[in-house]
């Protein structure tokens, strides 16, 4: 595996998660009809960009914390872990408050996610953030971030002891207890810390890969490009977005995202290996016309996760609900065009986490 190879399948995986950016400004948004939803799929789809977003998470701490930072003592590489796991978990509870508060005194504000804690009930949310018992929408996902971290160091060790058949155990037996007892943090850490196997063992993935003749990797590559593509257009059918038909409400449960289940492991994993393997072979193309945007929020995904919802309240405050696709389409270019450019900032680059 030659490092050009290498390096840009990083580079890939680096526009692919600024591409899960753009997706959850555009769904966190909820302006709709907007033409916008030809990438996003309005959150309905079976997979959304927050499977996509935890998966490469998980898969780049396998590999740089884990491949990478083998040669460091484990005891730096825990203090590495635990003290982000423990800055994430205090920009989940500032940014949590900040936004609940705007919902709650900010008036006429229109798409605001529903908070359903009692307004002004300070005493009730305040506990429930700091246990994690409660995430704004659109922070959600930090709250998770920061739980996997502050395993991470176990799940390190037992890389580098050559346990990775006893992580993937560990790992399917919590999420089967977390299925059973309603836990969220249980049943997605099993989209983080199986990827996490995967980025450790990366470079021996990519060379088993380089060594298998071509007919057996463009038999592998057209088969999983072809479940992704026929799973993808059945969910866009069975979608709430052409289909209100309640005959397949049990169907779609199987990838509901409240109680996550096996099938739908399985086809966030297939959805996101067809979704990077695209972007690996478009590279020259995203790299010279979209590289500009999904670069920075890829490199600076954290961040543009954390201060996007700035983007939301500016024009929540501005525009009120409309039915126009027009209107829409725009407001929602422009709150990735905001958050683009306070991810760029200097000041928010030294403050807010990467």
Not at 182 to 198: D, G, H, K, Y
Not at 281 to 287: A, H, N
């Given at each position: 595996?030659?490092?050009a190879?290498?390096?840009?399948?990083?580079?890939a995986?680096?526009?692919?998660?600024?591409?899960?950016?753009?997706?959850?400004?555009?769904?966190?948004?909820?302006?709709?009809?907007?033409?916008?939803?030809?990438f996003?799929?309005?959150?309905e789809?079976?997979i959304?960009?927050?499977?996509?977003?935890?998966?490469?998470?998980?898969?780049?701490?396998?590999?740089?914390?884990?491949?990478?930072?083998?040669?460091?003592?484990?005891?730096?590489v825990?203090?590495?872990?635990?003290?982000?796991?423990?800055?994430?978990?205090?920009w989940?509870v500032?940014?949590?408050f900040?936004?609940?508060?705007?919902?709650w005194?900010a008036?006429?504000v229109a798409?605001?996610?529903?908070?359903?804690?009692?307004?002004?009930?300070?005493?009730?949310?305040?506990?429930?953030?700091l246990?994690?018992?409660f995430?704004?929408e659109?922070?959600?996902?930090?709250y998770?971030y920061?739980?996997?971290?502050?395993?991470?160091?176990?799940?390190v060790?037992?890389?580098?002891?050559?346990?990775?058949?006893?992580?993937?155990?560990?790992?399917?037996?919590?999420?089967?207890?977390?299925y059973?007892?309603?836990?969220?943090?249980?049943?997605w850490?099993?989209?983080?810390?199986l990827?996490?196997?995967?980025?450790f063992?990366?470079?021996?993935?990519?060379?088993?890969?380089?060594?298998l003749?071509q007919?057996?990797?463009?038999?592998?590559?057209?088969?999983?490009?072809?479940?992704?593509?026929?799973?993808?257009?059945?969910?866009?059918?069975?979608?709430?977005?052409?289909?209100?038909?309640?005959?397949?409400?049990?169907?779609?449960?199987?990838?509901?995202?409240?109680?996550?289940?096996i099938?739908h492991?399985?086809?966030?994993?297939?959805w996101?290996?067809?979704?990077?393997m695209?972007?690996?072979?478009?590279?020259?193309?995203?790299?010279?016309?979209?590289?500009?945007?999904f670069?920075?929020?890829?490199?600076?995904?954290?961040?543009?996760?954390?201060?996007?919802?700035?983007?939301?309240?500016?024009?929540?405050?501005?525009?009120?609900?409309t039915?126009?696709?027009?209107?829409?389409?725009?407001?929602?270019?422009?709150?990735?065009?905001?958050?683009?450019g306070l991810v760029?900032?200097?000041?928010?680059?030294?403050?807010?986490?990467?």
């Amino acid at each position: 595996m030659s490092i050009a190879k290498a390096t840009s399948r990083m580079l890939a995986l680096d526009y692919l998660r600024g591409f899960f950016i753009v997706v959850i400004v555009i769904d966190h948004l909820w302006r709709w009809p907007n033409l916008l939803v030809i990438f996003s799929g309005r959150g309905e789809l079976w997979i959304t960009a927050a499977e996509g977003f935890v998966i490469i998470s998980g898969l780049l701490i396998g590999y740089v914390r884990g491949y990478k930072n083998k040669a460091l003592p484990m005891k730096t590489v825990t203090k590495k872990l635990i003290g982000r796991s423990l800055l994430l978990y205090l920009w989940f509870v500032i940014m949590t408050f900040v936004y609940t508060a705007f919902v709650w005194y900010a008036p006429n504000v229109a798409a605001m996610p529903w908070i359903e804690i009692t307004k002004g009930d300070w005493n009730q949310l305040i506990p429930l953030v700091l246990k994690m018992q409660f995430a704004h929408e659109w922070i959600h996902f930090l709250y998770l971030y920061a739980i996997f971290l502050a395993i991470s160091p176990i799940v390190v060790w037992m890389l580098r002891k050559n346990l990775a058949w006893l992580t993937a155990a560990l790992s399917l037996a919590i999420f089967g207890l977390g299925y059973v007892w309603q836990i969220e943090w249980m049943q997605w850490q099993v989209l983080f810390f199986l990827p996490s196997i995967a980025g450790f063992y990366l470079s021996t993935i990519q060379k088993k890969w380089g060594e298998l003749d071509q007919k057996r990797r463009q038999l592998a590559i057209g088969g999983l490009w072809s479940v992704f593509a026929i799973t993808l257009i059945i969910s866009v059918i069975y979608s709430p977005l052409f289909n209100d038909n309640d005959s397949f409400d049990a169907f779609n449960a199987l990838f509901a995202k409240d109680q996550m289940t096996i099938w739908h492991v399985i086809m966030a994993f297939i959805w996101f290996t067809g979704i990077a393997m695209i972007f690996e072979y478009c590279l020259p193309f995203i790299k010279r016309w979209l590289g500009w945007l999904f670069e920075p929020f890829g490199t600076h995904s954290l961040t543009a996760y954390i201060i996007h919802g700035i983007a939301i309240t500016v024009f929540a405050l501005i525009v009120m609900d409309t039915t126009s696709i027009v209107i829409n389409t725009l407001i929602g270019l422009a709150c990735i065009m905001i958050t683009w450019g306070l991810v760029k900032s200097p000041i928010v680059q030294k403050f807010v986490p990467r």
